[in-house]
């Protein structure tokens, strides 16, 4: 019988990770968060915070899965206008996916699962993710549309009760209150306060940075969070990543 503790990868021993691949454990998931301003009311690590409780989840779920440590920095070059975030060029973190996952399949995982939480790392995940797979043994799957995740967080407000949408999340009401949801000490409430509304345009955002369009970080209204609204997000994103990586391993 395994001697796992916890569904943590870095918390186990060399020898915990033998027995538990021994005992029928092959998937590993990697978060791929960032470090990177979200408003003066929530910390620099909340990509990389949303992604290692989203990837935990979904390995205590899968039942046969670990959670990697998440990666990070990531591709955040247009938020450096903000004191504090710390950016990566899209080859450096590709770089550094490639080697994550090529220490994982040397180690017997048959599937690495990459969850971006960082809107600008999904584009160099899904660009990265295909070659990998070629490369290496383990299978790759990339949980890296965009549209989706944006939309799995307005549909965990929607379901909360909160009637707030919004085509590009940033520091609004959805990713604070995945935060409140997580640990809600982490929250600056005194600091809370709203950021321009509306459509915008997501290739301003990249080419320009984010102080072209919000003075203070903050896309939409962070006040319209709950930590009941954050709780309804990570379990429709678990949801939802269980059910894609599942099918993706039956189909092996």
């Not at 001697?3 to 186990?12: G, P």
């Not at 009401?173 to 995945?178: D, K, P, S, V």
């Amino acid at each position: 019988m395994s001697s796992r503790r916890s569904v943590r990868l870095a918390e186990l021993s060399w020898t915990e990770i033998e027995s538990t691949l021994d005992d029928g454990t092959d998937t590993v998931i990697v978060p791929v968060g960032s470090i990177e301003q979200h408003g003066p009311h929530l910390p620099l690590n909340m990509d990389t915070l949303d992604g290692e409780v989203v990837a935990e989840r979904i390995a205590e779920r899968l039942g046969d899965a670990l959670a990697a440590p998440a990666i990070r920095p990531g591709c955040s070059g247009h938020h450096m206008d903000f004191p504090g975030t710390i950016t990566v060029p899209p080859e450096t973190l590709m770089d550094v996916i490639r080697s994550y996952c090529r220490s994982l399949d040397e180690h017997g995982f048959e599937h690495v699962v990459l969850v971006p939480t960082h809107g600008g790392n999904f584009g160099p995940v899904t660009t990265v993710a295909p070659d990998i797979g070629r490369e290496i043994d383990a299978s790759v799957i990339a949980l890296a549309d965009l549209d989706e995740h944006m939309r799995l967080l307005n549909e965990g407000l929607d379901e909360a009760g909160i009637d707030y949408d919004q085509d590009v999340i940033h520091a609004g009401a959805a990713e604070t209150a995945i935060v409140l949801a997580i640990d809600e000490g982490l929250v600056r409430t005194g600091e809370v306060e709203p950021g321009p509304e509306g459509e915008f345009s997501t290739a301003r955002l990249l080419s320009e940075g984010f102080r072209a369009i919000t003075e203070n970080g903050v896309l939409g209204d962070p006040s319209e969070a709950t930590a009941e609204a954050g709780e309804a997000i990570l379990d429709l994103v678990t949801d939802a990543y269980v059910e894609r990586i599942e099918s993706e391993r039956a189909a092996v």
